[in-house]
């Protein structure tokens, strides 16, 4: 089983910046694309940022040009540096593969205040 912790989340003012972190451990028996998730109460969760085997990167429109998504395969963790930060950005933020997620973890949460 693959374990997935984020961190590095926190209260910070609109304009500022945030770099998460997602560790993954256990079992990993391939690299596959990983994204960056976040999800607002009442909210569905939605898909932020996400790289590639080959280290393509992709992001919503929404954080496109704030956020970047990316990876140290060596150390199994997974990074999001968030910059600009907004009061919608206001979310829970998780890891997890794009395709065949891996069991959900706590997410960490980030808050920006006006």
């Known amino acids: 089983q693959v374990q997935l912790v984020e961190s590095g989340g926190g209260l910070v003012q609109a304009g500022g910046s945030l770099r998460l972190s997602c560790l993954a451990s256990?079992?990993?028996?391939?690299?596959?694309?990983m994204g960056w998730y976040r999800q607002i109460p009442g909210k569905q969760r939605e898909l932020v940022a996400r790289i590639t085997t080959g280290g393509y990167t992709g992001y919503a429109d929404s954080v496109n040009g704030r956020f970047t998504i990316s990876r140290d395969t060596a150390k199994n963790t997974l990074y999001l540096q968030m910059n600009s930060l907004k009061p919608e950005d206001t979310a829970v933020y998780y890891c997890?593969?794009?395709?065949?997620?891996?069991?959900w973890g706590q997410g960490t949460q980030v808050t920006v205040s006006s």
């Open positions: 256990g079992s990993i028996s391939s690299i596959t694309t």
């Open positions: 997890n593969t794009v395709y065949n997620y891996y069991a």
